[in-house]
């Protein structure tokens, strides 16, 4: 048992049959937070079953390479089940470690939210 609770660094809703998720934290830096939003994404395909995920990083200000890591796991195992993983409301700034990393080609990134659950 840790001393500290475990806050929800996810904010989860449904729409349709797509699961939204927006993200409690603007910098999404410290190594403990990424383990835990890892964790609370990953259990939304492995124990809650969704196959359509849609992370909206509209309160991101600051995305840490770990971090891009989950997601990359996150997409992997979307796939694998046969789902789909889509991106939007990226400040410019993380879109451009998207684009130096190449990621802007694995994810499907849309501008804004509406867009996105188009997409699926």
């Given at each position: 048992?840790?001393?500290q609770p475990r806050r929800r660094r996810l904010e989860v809703e449904e729409i349709g049959?797509?699961?939204?998720?927006?993200f409690v934290d603007r910098k999404i830096l410290d190594e403990q937070n990424i383990q835990i939003i890892g964790?609370?994404?990953?259990s939304l395909v492995d124990e809650v079953g969704r196959r359509k995920i849609l992370?909206?990083?509209?309160?991101?200000?600051?995305?840490?390479?770990?971090?891009?890591?989950?997601?990359?796991t996150l997409n992997k195992?979307?796939?694998?089940?046969g789902g789909r993983l889509i991106l939007c409301n990226i400040d410019p700034q993380i879109y451009e470690v998207f684009e130096?990393?190449?990621?802007?080609?694995l994810f499907n990134i849309q501008k804004e939210e509406?867009?996105?659950l188009q997409a699926f």
């Open positions: 048992m840790s001393s049959d797509v699961t939204v998720v927006n964790e609370q994404l990953f992370l909206n990083f509209g309160n991101v200000e600051y995305l840490s390479s770990a971090a891009l890591g989950k997601l990359i195992k979307l796939q694998a089940v130096i990393t190449k990621l802007n080609k509406q867009a996105a």
